[in-house]
T-cell receptor, first 113, second 112 residues
Framework: DQQVKQNSPSLSVQEGRISILNCDYT??????FLWYKKYPAEGPTFLIS?????DKNEDGRFTVFLNKSAKHLSLHIVPSQPGDSAVYFC????????????FGSGTQLTVLP | DAMVIQNPRYQVTQFGKPVTLSCSQT?????MYWYQQKSSQAPKLLFH???????NEADTPDNFQSRRPNTSFCFLDIRSPGLGDAAMYLC???????????FGDGTRLSIL
């Protein structure tokens, strides 16, 4: 049973436009959500996170939105740059002794020059 | 630079031959994690150490063991690798429970 789902395996966006990556979750106990970016042959790199007490968190070109009632979060990248081309993983966790992450299966973003 | 280092990057072993993957960190984080990631799938947590306390995920096969001799190092031992254990193995660390995890670049394990 996939508790974190990224239904789009790939997304292509023109440089300068907005990229929107989506993620859905089923476990209502999740209270902290993260986005990771992964380049080929490298490990995932933390990008941005959001706590369930917020509905938006912004860091430069990256904004994460959380809709708790819909159990949905999204990552907006604007403006998109070719260097943003990577696999983006959504992850979720719940309060506990350690942040055990449940990952989605990832979305390959390609930003076209 | 402080980082999470995994060695080797690529490991080939024979079916049934024990193999050990290593992870070291210079971040002085107290939590270390091991994930397994198969092609086009999400990383799946195998187990983690919170300081010296070992926490195994319920569905992690007994074939997988881990050791953490000190804060900086953590090992993943696969006692009798099967073909289904071929995957990317990712190590991660975090400073306690409420901080993002920092990942190494992974070890890709192949089974002959």
């Amino acid at each position: 049973d996939q508790q974190v789902k990224q239904n789009s395996p790939s997304l292509s966006v023109q440089e300068g436009r907005i990229s929107i990556l989506n993620c859905d979750y089923t476990n209502s106990m999740f209270d902290y959500f993260l986005w990771y970016k992964k380049y080929p042959a490298e490990g995932p790199t933390f990008l941005i996170s959001i706590s369930s007490i917020k509905d938006k968190n912004e860091d430069g070109r990256f904004t994460v939105f959380l809709n708790k009632s819909a159990k949905h979060l999204s990552l907006h990248i604007v403006p998109s740059q070719p260097g943003d081309s990577a696999v983006y993983f959504c992850a979720a966790t719940r309060s506990g002794s350690a942040r055990q992450l449940t990952f989605g299966s990832g979305t390959q973003l390609t930003v076209l020059p | 630079d402080a980082m999470v280092i995994q060695n080797p990057r690529y490991q080939v072993t024979q079916f049934g031959k024990p193999v050990t993957l290593s992870c070291s960190q210079t971040l002085n984080h107290n939590v270390m994690y091991w994930y397994q990631q198969k092609s086009s799938q999400a990383p799946k947590l195998l187990f983690h150490y919170y300081d010296k306390d070992f926490n195994n995920e319920a569905d992690t096969p007994d074939n997988f063991q881990s050791r953490r001799p000190n804060t900086s190092f953590c090992f993943l031992d696969i006692r009798s690798p099967g073909l289904g254990d071929a995957a990317m193995y990712l190590c991660a660390t975090s400073r306690g429970a409420n901080q993002p995890q920092h990942f190494g670049d992974g070890t890709r394990l192949s089974i002959l």
